[in-house]
């Protein structure tokens, strides 16, 4: 019931940020993913590879520290593919990126190692790659914990796609 736009910001709603800083953030990662016009639409009104080009930014707009990817390309043509994965490669200059994919070829191009698994056993093939050197172990620490402020405009929002969707139950 949700716009693509409302899904996208969803992270951000539960942040407690404010609607202009999310739509601040949301231009510029949708008009490098190329879903900018797709933004008034619903979920059902676009392919599956836009889909997931829209999670892609989801994935993106909290401006994570780090980001799980598990087969981020899978619906997605070349093209989009090549896209998507040269966002991400671009992304790893400012937060670890994990990538999970059957995509040796993207893997070999875009990733700084490659870890195979193959018949039970892991293997690794590092790159000369000064910025994995300096950088081999990474530590998390949990995030401070944030009071929630409640944007009643888009929980309103929110309550009425839920209303119109369910009007007939």
Known sequence: ?????????????????KYDEMKNRLEP??????????????????SGGQKQRAAVARAMITNPKLILADEPT??????????????????SKKCLVI???????????????????????????KKDN????KHSF???LP????KISWNPFLWIK???HLFQAKKIR
Do not use: C, W
Not at 30 to 44: D, H, R, T, W
Not at 143 to 146: A, I, S
């Open 138 to 140: 990474v530590s998390f």
């Open 99 to 125: 990538i999970v994919s059957h995509d040796l070829d993207a893997a070999n191009r875009y990733g700084d190692e490659v870890l195979t698994l193959s018949e039970g056993k892991i293997s690794s093939e």
């Open 29 to 46: 990662i949708a008009q490098k993913l190329g879903i900018s016009e797709l933004l008034k639409k619903y979920p059902y009104e676009v």
């Open 143 to 146: 995030p401070k914990k944030e």
């Open 74 to 91: 899978g619906a997605l043509d070349k093209k989009n593919s090549e896209d998507v994965y040269r966002i991400l490669k671009e992304t």
């Open 1 to 17: 019931t949700f716009t693509i736009e409302d899904n996208i910001f969803l992270p951000l709603v539960l942040a407690g940020k």
């Open 130 to 133: 000064p910025i994995m050197e």
């Open 158 to 160: 929110h309550a009425v």
